[in-house]
């Protein structure tokens, strides 16, 4: 094992040990209450919220100080934050809020849209400034921006997703996800597809369709089956459609870099479900003033309890957003010059070489 995956598996023991303790510390006084009318929050979010903050900060001092142990120095992480980047960052932060107040809190439509700009600071700057974009970002949509018509109280507690959604995004960045790959030759590029393929099925088999109980329906029965199965359908139709537009793109320009990153935003946003499920549960009680409400309430009304809604709800629809999501970074660093991504501390990496 090399000495910086031996790092990043260190952060995260130390990291996942520290939630655990901490949520066996506070016990039972962390969520199940009512939600407060004003907050929307539950009795007990601020210490839930505290126990996710501390395990973050823990793994992340673990991570340093085994780098400077190994190194003396601490180049992994200083080389990731140059002036460019430092520069992006706010930017990245107010794409991130202006489309994620638009999109989920006005229109109220069942995707979120609100981690582009931070995608963008992990893929061209590394996974430590992309998840600082989303854990900054979340941090100041909720109380700096608070009593503006920008702010929301229901950003905060899922900053830990924003930042996860920014460190896979470097990730992917870093083993070239991002990159153009147009006029490949039929035979990489169907074996590519079917590479593809083959993760997309194991995501949704392993990791979807058990949380739905073998009754893999969109909403079931219930008094209002009519009008969630029109919205159901409507997803449905929506992905689809999209997956014919990807076709195009896919066999028309050749680009077999619609694959590597159609599966990195698919791994993302069932990661993102993951660990997003129980903060809404908990934190929100299911409710978090978005479009996804919707479909909570949906499940709930077929007969899940709340944790298994949210759940079922997260598996429908991260994915589809952060699919969406990585492939709109995906587009915009394609109309940017080479010239100007690889001066980015792991542009040429993300998006390509140099051009001629």
Known sequence: MSSSWFRVLVAAVVAIVALVAGLAL????????????????????????????LSLLLGFIAYAAIEFAQTRRLDSIARQFDTRTIVLMPIAIAINIVLGQTVGTALKIPLYLDSIGTILVGALA????GALTGLLANLIWTFVLAGTPFGSPYAWPYAIVAAEIGLLAGVFGYYGFFRSRPNTSWPKLLGG???????????VVYGVIPFYKGDFVFFGS????????????GIAVGLILGLIALAIQLFVKRD??????????????VVSALISAPISAFVFGGVTGSGADILVAAFQQAGSSLIDAVFQQGLLQDPIDKTIEFIVAFLLLQTLSRRFTARFPQGERAVGVIEA
């Open 222 to 233: 219930s008094p209002t089956e009519g009008f969630f199965n029109v919205i159901a359908y």
């Open 193 to 203: 597809l079917a590479a593809a393929i083959v993760i997309l099925l194991g995501l």
């Open 126 to 129: 590394g996974p430590i400034p």
């Open 26 to 53: 506070y016990g039972s006084s962390i969520g199940g209450g009512t939600a407060n009318p004003d907050t929307g929050l539950v009795p007990g979010s601020d210490a839930f919220m505290l126990v996710l903050a």
């Open 256 to 269: 077999l870099g619609v694959a590597f990153i159609v599966v990195g935003g698919a791994i993302c946003g």
